[in-house]
């Protein structure tokens, strides 16, 4: 719970948001609001410049190409506040997504394996760093446990491993002579 959040939403599904109450949604008030909307357009015309924004954006066929595009994903990290933070669930094609992802953020970004395992969650912060040391990973997770029923300590394991792996992944490549190529990018394949 963070009292001073103010929250808003975009869900392009009338019939979606009509069942709100059977979700337990609150009612839009002051700190909180649901927009009938197309979540790109929201991005685009939003006011402010939020802290997070979390991708969660689904039709029948999967991802909606409006939210997975690699102008949608500049257009948030353009929209955001300094060290803002972008979550995106990946689900299909999340290699060709997360390292849309990693271009738009500057390579800011780290992927880790959801709780059922089919899908991906993509993590990029705008100018600042996502490398946490093992400490101060294990520091913030104590300081949010209490509030998340041992949900967020999975997680952190999940995101610690795999800032571990990504952390042996550079080192490698650091150490290996990389004739005639420009750039490269990692993606996390399990």
């Known amino acids: ?34 927009d009938c909307a197309d979540g790109a357009d929201f991005v685009a015309r939003a006011a402010g410049s939020p802290e997070v924004i979390l991708i969660d954006g689904f039709d029948r066929d999967g991802q909606p190409p409006q939210l997975c595009s690699q102008d949608f994903y500049r257009a948030c990290y353009d929209r955001m506040a300094p060290a803002g933070i972008l979550i995106a669930n990946l689900w299909g094609d999340h290699e060709v997504y997360s390292d849309r992802i990693g271009r738009a953020f500057f390579g800011n970004t780290i992927v880790v394996e959801t709780e059922g ?18 400490n101060q990973l294990e520091t913030a997770l104590a300081a949010l446990a209490p509030h ?25 490549a650091r150490a290996r002579p990389l004739s005639g190529v420009s750039s490269c990018h990692y993606v996390s394949r399990r």
Do not use: W, Y
């Open 1 to 34: 719970k963070i009292p001073s959040a103010h929250i808003a939403v975009a869900e392009i599904d009338a019939d979606v948001i009509a069942l709100r109450n059977a979700f337990l949604i609150p009612p839009d008030g002051p700190r909180f609001r649901v």
């Open 117 to 134: 395992g089919g899908n991906r969650a993509a993590i990029a912060r705008k100018d600042a760093s996502l490398a946490l040391s093992p």
């Open 148 to 172: 998340h029923d041992g949900f967020l300590s999975a997680v952190g394991r999940r995101i610690a491993t795999q800032v571990d792996l990504d952390r042996q992944a550079r080192r490698k």
